[in-house]
């Protein structure tokens, strides 16, 4: 007779309690029975935990008391198991199942009466809540599904010094407090995080193809810098015409194909992710872009413009995700067609990453709150609770909204906190999410890595990402070119394209430009510098005031950018002088 429905990790731990000789129904164990528990999770350096359990059922009538307790504990790798009561070691059956193993317990002591109570104990060792990912140290145990059936649950959570102190925990008390009632494990479960940034080391395949009797340009999306992380390319072969920004801020490398030819571009990188966004200001022109109805984002819809009346906020449009749809494992592997927003509700039940994403744009939008789709690589321990989606290489979609308050991009995961069985990922996400696109702009591009194959290609490994050391190359590599002419008219204006260029691995981040001349107005000039791509270049167009017509003399001008200074010296001569006439 269930009285317990209590989750460990990512597995489902079920109680069971048999009663002597009256009870039929499910429910009658819990009315009957006072439950208290406290659990204690003891993480050693090398990440195996020993979990201790203490089970104690106070009997509410005299009738009653419990003979066997069996528990279904959902790992694979349980080892060390023991049982145990104030009589003594309790000859406790452990078998193992598909989802586990089961442990069967006949009790020792046999409490008779109103108010007695029966406290027992279990413990074993187990590699399944924490994991060593990289850089990080991950802790992760699921809520509890029923807190009212317990009168007590406790948590406690004890982790080696070397980890450390916490980098998220999750629920948020607003301290390092590492106790967890039945109210917070209700709400959500455990999650909890060490470490500063994660590393990745990353090899990208991308198959293009011309079938046309004309030449062609295409591009191809890289991982960009965003919010959450920074991209350091090694390599790209063959290496591209230009790298460009669009408007989502994707790095766009573009390549001319000959008629019917066929190019592999291969990709190496590393990149950093960090664990809180970098602020970013929203122009007036981009809280419209990302507030518009599209083909899949359908804001406009009579059910979205209700639902997102009646939610107003990410972070309730956030929970009605999770609780309206429900994932549908057998269209990964069907590798069935995108619903959208509006088909993802009719009906909910059929869900994949992109309809929870897709809901939560829509809604946002159609709430005027900017919000846009990520398509990337997800580090996930388990498929079955932290799913993949799109199918061509096995990657994630998850959306992110803007914050008007602390002026960022905040991503969230509204699919993975379906399907973990509470674990917050809205109030603070992770490490394992890396972006490979942004789609705001459009609803289907740009085409992420791992998506630019045909049907031959389908199952080749396009995508490949491992953990990595700091230790690659981010060295900025900067270079400055400002032509300038022998000689300008005097009286006229003075034109001189600078052109930047960047050849190191990462970004060029946004900085000022600085021009200043003792000789030449304006005697200042200042401009913001946007990022700039690895392998990419930027234009800068410089244009001094016209001197006196009778000007003859050689200015000096200095520019400034990064650690970069150059000097010129342009000739300013006559008309009359010049020697065209």
Not at 105 to 126: D, H, M, Q
Not at 138 to 157: A, L, T
């Amino acid at each position: 007779m269930k009285i317990v429905n209590f989750k460990l990790k990512i597995c489902v731990v079920l109680l069971f309690v048999v009663i002597s000789f009256i009870f039929s129904s499910p429910a009658s164990a819990s009315s009957n029975f006072i439950t208290d528990y406290k659990v204690i999770y003891n993480i050693e350096k090398t990440g195996q935990t020993l979990v201790n359990i203490e089970i104690s059922l106070t009997n509410k009538t005299s009738k009653n008391f419990a003979t066997e307790y069996q528990m279904n504990l959902g790992f694979d790798d349980i080892s060390d198991f023991k049982s145990s009561d104030v009589q003594g070691n309790i000859n406790a059956k452990l078998q193992k199942k598909e989802n586990g193993y089961d442990a069967i317990l006949p009790l020792n002591r046999k409490s008779v009466g109103e108010g007695k109570k029966n406290t027992f104990n279990i413990s074993f060792l187990t590699k399944s809540i924490t994991k060593n990912n990289g850089d990080i140290w991950d802790i992760n145990i699921p809520g509890i599904s029923n807190p009212s059936d317990y009168n007590k649950f406790e948590v406690v959570v004890k982790h080696p010094d070397s980890f450390g102190k916490p980098t998220y925990i999750k629920p948020n008390f607003g301290n390092d407090s590492l106790i967890f009632d039945k109210e917070s494990l209700g709400k959500s479960g455990i999650s909890i995080g060490f470490g500063k940034e994660q590393n990745y080391q990353f090899d990208l395949t991308y198959h293009l193809k011309n079938p046309n009797l004309y030449p062609i340009k295409t591009k191809i999306a890289l991982p960009p810098d965003t919010g959450y992380q920074r991209v350091f390319i090694k390599d790209i072969n063959p290496r591209p015409k230009s790298i460009s920004i669009d408007q989502d801020g994707n790095w766009l490398a573009e390549y001319s194909l000959s008629p019917a030819q066929k190019l592999d571009i291969t990709v190496r990188g590393n990149s950093i992710i960090q664990l809180n966004p970098k602020s970013s200001e929203l122009t007036a022109i981009e809280n419209d872009l990302y507030t518009r109805s599209t083909k899949f984002w359908q804001t406009e819809d009579k059910n979205i413009e209700k639902l997102a009346t009646e939610l107003k906020t990410p972070e309730r449009i956030y929970d009605y995700v999770v609780k309206t749809l429900k994932y549908d494992f057998s269209r990964v592997s069907e590798n069935k067609s995108r619903k959208g927003a509006v088909n993802a509700l009719l009906p909910p039940n059929s869900a994949v990453c992109r309809e929870y994403t897709d809901l939560f744009i829509a809604i946002t939008r159609a709430a005027g709150i900017p919000s846009r789709e990520i398509n990337g690589y997800a580090n996930t321990g388990s498929t079955k609770n932290r799913p993949l989606s799109l199918v061509k290489d096995v990657l994630h979609s998850w959306p992110e909204y803007y914050d008007v308050t602390n002026k960022s991009w905040i991503m969230v995961d509204p699919t993975w906190g379906a399907t973990t069985g509470g674990v917050d990922y809205f109030d603070t996400l992770d490490f394992d999410h890396f972006a490979f696109v942004v789609k705001g702009e459009s609803d289907s591009y740009p085409i992420p890595a791992g998506g630019y194959k045909s049907d031959k290609e389908r199952n080749f490994k396009d995508v490949k990402v491992i953990y990595s050391k700091s230790d690659f190359d981010q060295q900025e590599k900067l270079q400055l070119n400002a032509p300038v002419s022998n000689k300008y008219i005097a009286g006229t204006p003075i034109n001189i394209n600078v052109e930047i260029t960047n050849g190191g691995p990462g970004a060029i981040l946004p900085q000022d430009f600085h021009v200043s001349s003792n000789e030449l107005s304006p005697n200042d000039q200042i401009s913001e510098i946007p990022l700039i791509p690895p392998g990419g270049k930027h234009i800068v167009k410089l244009r001094f005031m016209p001197t006196n017509i009778l000007t003859k003399k050689s200015a000096l001008f200095t520019i400034r950018f990064g650690d970069k200074k150059i000097e010129q010296r342009v000739n300013i001569i006559p008309l009359f002088l010049y020697p065209w006439n």
